[in-house]
């Protein structure tokens, strides 16, 4: 379903009731571009840790506007034993809704719009009819506004020219206004004294407009109405208008009527977004991570600078995330699905060993066709986002015993993969953890080289020829990390270095030094995975907290992590302080963190799921698990996080943050 | 006529051609955005010095799109007593062209998106059939790149991937793509050896193909056409073809005609700019300096730090300009012409004592009803300012004796008006004179005042209670120019202030002086109103040189002030090292250069174009000036110029810079 400016207020109840009824969502966004800056691929370093990656990200790819915004709700049907779907395809722009809101600019990068246009994508329909928005701050100001119009009015029509500075009482009227002011006071007593009901002034300065309110208001305390209207040409003038108490009081209330009613579509779109954060249900996305973080920052608050309050926001905002693409690069998906881009993998999960699933579009709803495209549509790529979810969902209740064809939203057996947002090209770091700290790759094979602007990577390649494979992932025009296949050729390789005059050789942990230095200090986690009550800065202050004040109205789920909160956050055999060393252990031999995840980007690793599962002896366990929680969703996740986490534990081995 | 990246090639003759044909060329541009910085009532005050306005145009409007184009020609025919027009609406946008093309990040602006939105504006047009362009720099650029991949090719195919350090020899191999390239070896030499004429390799990455050009170049030097080629998926691979010398050539040459069409197809509308300035026709438009900085900065070159490199450039772009709104604020208009927005001025003068021009649309041109508007099109914006030049000019010609109907757009008569831009909001610096220096008011009445930023307008009336009317033109947040307007009250507010605490007053004089220690030293303009050589700097310099390389290729008109060219901005009776003298003179009585132009914003003046014409003598003798020059188009301008000094200084009593 198509939703613009025009149908949006209509369309409204269909949407809150789809979101109510949903076992999950599945949401995508359409931007205007990616990155204002260097070229994407600098982008997305091979290389870049996850603070580095959400800082270029929040730096460079949040001008752009996210101008459709695809959401797909899917209920699952017990006794027909399929889901129902009901996509929406919002068209959003930020149209200013008075000449007081802001004005907002945005970029457009013209290799990102070629493409939506070569799709087929209506720009019209954006600028034309995209629905408009206010992010919280801007809906708390504008709601100030109309309290301190409405406070100070007192039925005095709209003194929003007073200054603060200025007195209530008789003001000094300019000389040259004089003439001006007394002709209107002459208008007003002929009023007073004939049968019309309203005289229209001229239009005049906002300066005398404001000389007028207050003459009027000191002279004729009393059974006038002023307001100030705009005609056709969008000059304003005043109208006023004899009324008696009864009939003043009840102009006021249709005025604060509208008013209500003119702040609520202002806000616009992000209705849609506080609806589904307060749903509290899960969210599906694919290569979510710009998706959540263009939501956040053009519907909630300006994101904040340090990548643990975005967690934290992004907690309060979407308590429970998945991200397709981390699923299916993740094991046991990722031996067999060999390209994880949205379109192939919804191709792939159709086959064996996976099966389509069972869907269909709810009455009422334009139904998507799989077999004709229709890509980039954001209402489409959140549907089949959705249906790659379920295939896989349900695979894994293949393992089960006995097998489940159908496994639900809130099955424990999915919570591994809560969010974990894809990190684009990071082999040793494939998902950006957002309810809790992220890996810690040692990348003792990594080295970060400086040279002259003209080499290219050939030059680097033929550098290290000596030193067999090699991987380069550029940082800058004069720069890159090069990563070595021997780990004992590093320290032969910065040794090298030493005597060279135009490149520079130094180890990943001196780099990170470096960095270090010349960076704020971070905040540290926690030993149980959570720093103390974050100590917050300028604007991110601001951000997290107007957020955090409307979680709280939520009914205090997952709002942010105090200390009561915490335990559900810890690990029945440990924390978070002891995992790199854990970490560091398990890379003599056994499995660990990294190797786990390190096959998304393509490299070998010699786990699987298939050989762990039995090994922790989860699989036998998970059917009654699964059995029990089938039909409950949690009012707070901790009780249930606590009794999955051995479950979950043997069957990833990822860190156990859920 | 729309012309759209599809219908431009085929229409360029046709355009050349109106171009070529027409006594003069009416433009203008639609842009994504105005300020994306202080709100457009901030980015021009009232006060700016042209240097301040253009380095806030500069600095907050050039990273708008100008995507739509409006060019209108008008030519006359004398047989028939009217004009034809040809009106052309040109969709622009900077489709990347290739993998290695600029991808250009423009802003959008909501309120103009919205405004462009609410009459009609076609963005998917703008967005899917925009017409791409290059500047100068960028089509050198891409012409060199072609140059060098020929010259480095010797038939070897695409070797951009070969960096200026490498070698042309065998190359290092790096060992785990040996077995790799051994394979396309195989392939090659199976292919020497059967009957078959091409072989496709699977598609690598670009190091390996690198790698091929390199083994196959140094391994079979002849005999071999090795091309770069796309598939579907927009992977690229390699394709191997046998061929003998003469065909080797004759698939170079192929290749070079379709780069060189390619090239052309890149440069993309630049060429109807550059067509435009190469006519060195007069070009009109209405409040048009947006357009011309818009035009310059987006077709030929990022724009110069400096104003009056800016104007050297625009001279050398456009040597003829004429801004319609200027000239509807200038006597003899400004008396009888109330509103100077375009759609209004084309209405009044329609009606008395103006005459609607005798127009008709070219055969095969879309016609366009003036009854019905299609404002905002570029296009018709173009061809309605067209038709308010000529009614404003034919209305020249009823001084005459005797009266003339037809005023060409090379008469004398207008020449006062060349190459002034209208300057919206300043009332004593009512224009921008591109090809002299600017008016240089004293503003002796005029106050700066700094405040704490809760301050608003009506503050600053109450502070100045005392002192009469004021005029207050809002700097930033917290300082403002207030004009006084009795002078001798000046030095009473200046030193009442020094009492205050929260607020601060200078006089204009301190207050330029205070800037002037803050910037660099500008270029000062000399004797005879031009500088010596221009001292360039930086991006300036690359910028006008540029520029410069093309007017000179036009035939060395007007290209940069040399010294044979001064005299011709030299007036008979002074120079403009004794302007402001004769200003401070005029000022006591006699009509001021100042006065003149002042009523254009409102303000009274004692002079009107009806009683100075004859007072110089004027209007008797330009009837025989008209005649001599209508059928001439000066190739320099310089004699003419000369000629009609005298003229012009009592026609109009502005600054005789032509």
Known sequence: MEVTRQSFKDTLRVIYSAVDDADFLAIDGEFS???????????????????????????????????????????????????????????????????????????????????????????????????????????????????????????????????????????????????????VIEKVEALLNNSEKTVSLEPCSGFQRKLIYQTLNWKFPKGLHIETVENDKKERFIQISKVDEDERRRIEQQKHE???????????????????SKSGKLVVGHNMLLDVMHTIHQFYCPLPEELDDFKEVTMCVFPRLLDTKLMASTQPFKELITNTSLAELEKQLKEKPFKAPKVECSEGFQSYDTASEQLHEAGYDAYITGLCFISMANYLGSFLTPPRAHISARSKLIEPFYNKLFLMRVADIPYMNISGPDLQPKRDNVLYVTFPKEWKTSDLYQLFSAFGNIQVSWVDDTSAFVSLSQLEQVQ???????????????????????????????????????????????????????????????????????????????????????????????????????????????????????????????????????????????????????????????????????
Chains 1, 2 share one sequence.
């Open 33 to 183: 571009g990616l990155s204002d800056g260097p070229a994407v691929s600098m982008l997305t370093n091979g290389m870049d840790t996850p603070e580095e990656r959400y800082s270029k990200l929040r730096k460079h790819s949040m001008d752009f506007l996210l101008f459709q915004f695809g959401l797909c709700t899917f209920r699952y049907d017990q006794s027909r034993a399929q889901y129902f779907t009901k996509a929406f395809n919002f068209y959003i722009f930020p149209k200013p809704f008075s000449r007081s809101s802001p004005d907002i600019k945005f970029i457009c990068q013209s290799s990102s719009i070629e493409f939506l246009a070569s799709q087929g994508f209506d720009f019209n329909k954006v600028f034309r009819d995209g629905i408009p928005y206010l992010n919280q701050e801007e809906e708390s100001q504008l709601r100030e506004q109309y309290e301190e119009r409405r406070s100070q009015n007192n039925g005095v029509g709209t003194p929003s020219y007073i200054s603060p500075t200025s007195c209530k009482g008789p003001m000094n009227i300019p000389e040259e206004h004089k003439d001006f002011i007394n002709r």
């Open 492 to 658: 032969i390789a910065v040794n090298t270095s030493q005597y060279a005059e135009s490149y520079r050789i130094q180890t990943y942990a001196e780099y990170m030094q470096a960095k270090q230095k010349n960076t704020h200090t971070h905040r540290k986690w926690g030993d149980d995975g959570w720093a103390e009550p974050p100590p917050y800065r300028g604007v991110a202050m601001t951000a997290v907290s107007a957020v955090q004040d409307r979680c709280t109205v939520r009914g205090k789920r997952s709002i942010s992590p105090t200390q009561d909160t915490h335990n559900s956050f810890t690990t029945a055999d440990g924390n978070w302080s002891d995992y790199s060393n854990t970490k560091r252990i398990k890379k003599d031999g056994a499995l660990s963190a990294d190797d786990s995840f390190a096959g998304a980007a393509g490299s070998k690793t010699t786990d699987d799921w298939l050989r762990t599962a039995p090994k922790g002896g989860a699989a036998s366990q998970r059917p009654e698990t699964e059995a029990q929680s089938e039909d409950t969703w949690p009012q707070s996740s901790t009780n249930q996080n606590q009794g999955s986490q051995a479950t979950s534990s043997g069957l990833f081995d990822v860190p156990q943050v859920w």
């Open 258 to 276: 509208r008013e209500q009613e003119e702040l609520n579509d202002a806000v616009g779109f992000s209705r849609i977004i506080h609806a589904i």
